[in-house]
């Protein structure tokens, strides 16, 4: 009778040792799920750092394209000393040349104040006014003409072309003022517009294509005229200081 106890002992001992490994193996299965996500959530955070700094680049990038354009050649602070000639086309008279210079100081790359002057000449050995039934001709049909002006220039384009094996920089720059003018015909204000290329060569010289129009009132014969007269010169540029 003192053996009955045994089997249950037995028994109860059984089930314990199967219930062990049993939940043993419950917590490495929950620790090996916790480690599971924990790389899952590292390896998304590393990505999403990659793609952040990505995107940061990328709009770095942009901003740096959309701020200050590196230039070859820079023109803010520096003084620009010209010298032009080219062809005169007058309403009144024949075409004829001109000759000018023009001192630029520029403000910034896009703007610059220019003060310029130029001479000619009324060639009107074609020129013939009708008044009161006769045909007249002007006596002096080679009298010199001046004039003076002060404009305000901007260059929106500022951009590179291949010229044989180099690359030349250049900018389109339009221009704005006012001006006189002194001849035998005419002494008065001028409104002066205008539009111009510039191809700059090393960093102290340029080479300039100018084309303007100049409005004023004129006097010949008597007869008062709302004249347009247009230019097209070549001009050589000194840029000072010589360095950029």
Excluded at 111 to 123: D, K, L, Q, S, Y
Excluded at 198 to 213: E, Q, S
Aim: with cysteine; proline share 2%.
């Amino acid at each position: 009778m003192a053996l009955a106890p045994r089997p249950a002992v037995a028994v109860a001992v059984a089930v314990i040792v199967t219930a062990l490994p049993a939940s043993s193996s419950g917590v490495r299965a929950e620790a090996d799920g916790d480690a599971a996500r924990g790389r899952s959530a590292a390896t998304t955070r590393t990505t999403e750092m990659c793609i952040d700094r990505e995107i940061a680049e990328k709009l770095a990038v942009k901003r740096k394209r959309r701020g200050a354009v590196d230039r070859l050649f820079v023109k803010q602070s520096r003084h620009e000393l010209t010298a032009s000639g080219g062809y005169y086309a007058s309403d009144l008279f024949s075409g004829t040349w001109v000759a000018g210079g023009a001192y630029t100081y520029h403000m910034t790359d896009q703007t610059a104040v220019e003060f310029g002057g130029g001479v000619t000449h009324a060639n009107a050995d074609v020129v013939r006014a009708i008044e009161d039934g006769r045909g007249e001709i002007l006596a002096d049909d080679f009298a010199r003409v001046l004039y003076a002006e002060s404009l305000l220039l901007w260059s929106p384009v500022y951009g590179k072309l291949r010229l044989g094996g180099s690359i030349a920089h250049y900018d389109i720059h339009l221009d704005l003022g006012v001006g006189v003018v002194d001849s035998l015909t005419s002494r008065g204000a001028v409104g002066v517009a205008g539009l111009g290329v510039k191809l700059f060569a090393g960093r102290a010289v340029a080479f300039r294509l100018d084309a303007r129009n100049r409005v004023y009132r004129q006097e010949l014969l008597d007869r008062r005229f709302l004249v347009n007269d247009a230019a097209v010169t070549l001009g050589f540029s000194v840029f000072l200081p010589f360095r950029n």
